[in-house]
T-cell receptor, first 112, second 112 residues
Framework: NAGVTQTPKFQVLKTGQSMTLQCAQD?????MSWYRQDPGMGLRLIHY???????DQGEVPNGYNVSRSTTEDFPLRLLSAAPSQTSVYFC???????????FGSGTQLSVL | DAKTTQPNSMESNEEEPVHLPCNHS???????IHWYRQLPSQGPEYVIH???SNVNNRMASLAIAEDRKSSTLILHRATLRDAAVYYC?????????????FGTGTRLTIIP
């Protein structure tokens, strides 16, 4: 099992560029979520999904869009990147609800 | 949301037990207490969770106070690999509000 796979591992963007962070899981988990982690801080929830076709906002959703067309994939889109979005992004999934979350290895994003 | 208080940092000698405390005085009666840890440059990993009684698994034990206002994660015999940031998280379990909010955690240093 690959678990939770995030791509890319590193990305540098210019202000205003758009991109999609990919997240895929092969455990047939219904619940998926995106977190960001800034230096010296804990993780903050961006968006989450309790199943295909269902998404909802977390603590810090502004500037990010998500969709969940399949159980396996939960991409995170930055429509117009800003320096404040420089962070490490983690995707996580679980069988049902945010218990026993499995995390990916993260994407380090820098916005110049 | 239930608030948690954890020490910013702790140190322990290798091969000795470690007791990581967490205060969650505003926890509701249906909130589980989750513990995760984050090793350097990795995503968080699930450690253990519980509701009212003490819980054990291969990684750790969780002791929950009778009034549920505090809990303690116990690592029975610390190894260098246990050096990580440990997060204590009450799970908000209301339907339609499935969020897991991470704080800043306790940074555990293991002394060889």
């Amino acid at each position: 099992n690959a678990g939770v796979t995030q791509t890319p591992k590193f990305q540098v963007l210019k202000t205003g560029q758009s991109m999609t962070l990919q997240c895929a899981q092969d455990m047939n988990h219904e619940y998926m979520s995106w977190y960001r982690q800034d230096p010296g801080m804990g993780l903050r929830l961006i968006h989450y999904s309790v199943g295909a076709g269902i998404t909802d906002q977390g603590e810090v959703p502004n500037g990010y869009n998500v969709s969940r067309s399949t159980t396996e994939d939960f991409p995170l889109r930055l429509l117009s990147a800003a320096p404040s979005q420089t962070s490490v992004y983690f995707c996580a999934s679980s069988y049902s609800g945010p218990a026993k979350l499995f995390f990916g290895s993260g994407t380090q994003l820098s916005v110049l | 949301d239930a608030k948690t208080t954890q020490p910013n940092s702790m140190e322990s000698n290798e091969e000795e037990p470690v007791h990581l405390p967490c205060n969650h005085s505003t926890i509701s009666g249906t909130d589980y207490i989750h513990w995760y840890r984050q090793l350097p440059s990795q995503g968080p990993e699930y450690v253990i969770h519980g509701l009212t009684s003490n819980v054990n698994n291969r990684m750790a034990s969780l002791a929950i106070a009778e009034d549920r206002k505090s809990s303690t994660l116990i690592l029975h015999r610390a190894t260098l690999r246990d050096a990580a940031v440990y997060y204590c998280i009450p799970r908000i379990s209301n339907f339609g509000n499935e969020k897991l909010t991470f704080g800043t955690g306790t940074r555990l240093t293991i002394i060889p």
